[in-house]
């Protein structure tokens, strides 16, 4: 951090302090602890263990910094796939506190391999919507038969 | 283990205003974007968000965000930016950015 503007512009998230262990100082960032991290994932079971396929971002760090976590999954499966490749096991049950069905919860953007490309006519409606103050309309329109 | 299934609407119940929130995936990929347009169609406010790269499920709330910590905050390729981000970031308005990269 050091060079960049960031720490005099933001005091109540980073912090200069003197290295207890030598006569430099070093910039301590505040932890961040999320009331919940909300994850799309291709498969998870009913108690909450989840697997994501491709590219995990950084879905397993939050979850573990947050206090709970919401799935939504494209599909259930049984534990027993779970249990066959524990090492698989991106997102272990015990840190989750809802699992919700939900095939296509990533629509309209990406979640491979299920579907790879960007709906663009949803993506191009969702631009219109902010300008015109739409979102919820847009919202409603996304989740017409899901509650 | 404990069962945990619920409907989007049950789950999105947990969510209370003024909540930090960290949503997964990036850009366009793997958010969690009809949850968040559940929760942008409810009448929550002062909420938080962070990330690294918060995507396009992030952008959806941001009317009801006040702060925003990330890193980067974009859709990427032909997505662009981030319309609800800008929106509701740039210039005196409502959500500040706390940017940590």
């Known amino acids: ?147 | 283990m404990k069962e945990k299934l619920m409907s989007l609407s049950q789950a999105a119940d947990l969510i209370q205003d003024g909540m930090l929130l960290a949503l997964g995936g990036n850009a366009m990929h793997r958010n969690p974007t009809l949850f968040a347009l559940e929760l942008a169609r409810r009448p929550l406010k002062g909420l938080k968000v962070c990330g690294a790269a918060p995507g396009i499920a992030t952008d959806y709330l941001m009317a009801q965000v006040d702060t925003a910590y990330f890193g980067f905050f974009g859709l990427e390729n032909e997505a662009g930016l981030a319309p609800q981000m800008r929106k509701y970031m740039e210039g005196d308005g409502p959500a500040r950015a706390i940017e940590g990269s």
């Open chain 1, 1 to 147: 951090m050091w060079g960049s503007d960031l720490v005099a512009k933001n005091p109540d998230f980073y912090h200069i302090y003197k290295n207890p262990w030598g006569d430099d100082e070093v910039v301590c960032v505040r932890a961040l602890v999320p009331d919940y991290a909300i994850l799309h994932v291709q498969e998870a079971d009913i108690y909450g263990n989840a697997r994501i396929l491709g590219p995990s971002y950084q879905d397993a760090l939050m979850a573990r910094a947050a206090k709970k976590v919401i799935l939504t999954t494209e599909r259930i499966v049984g534990t027993y796939r779970m249990q066959e490749e524990p090492k698989l096991t991106a997102i272990p049950h015990f840190l989750v506190e809802a699992v919700v069905e939900l095939p296509g919860g990533a629509k309209p953007g990406i979640c491979y391999p299920e579907y790879l490309t960007v709906d663009w006519a949803d993506h191009k409606a969702y631009q219109k919507a902010v300008k015109a103050d739409e979102v919820k309309q847009f919202a409603d329109k996304m989740l017409e038969g899901r509650a």
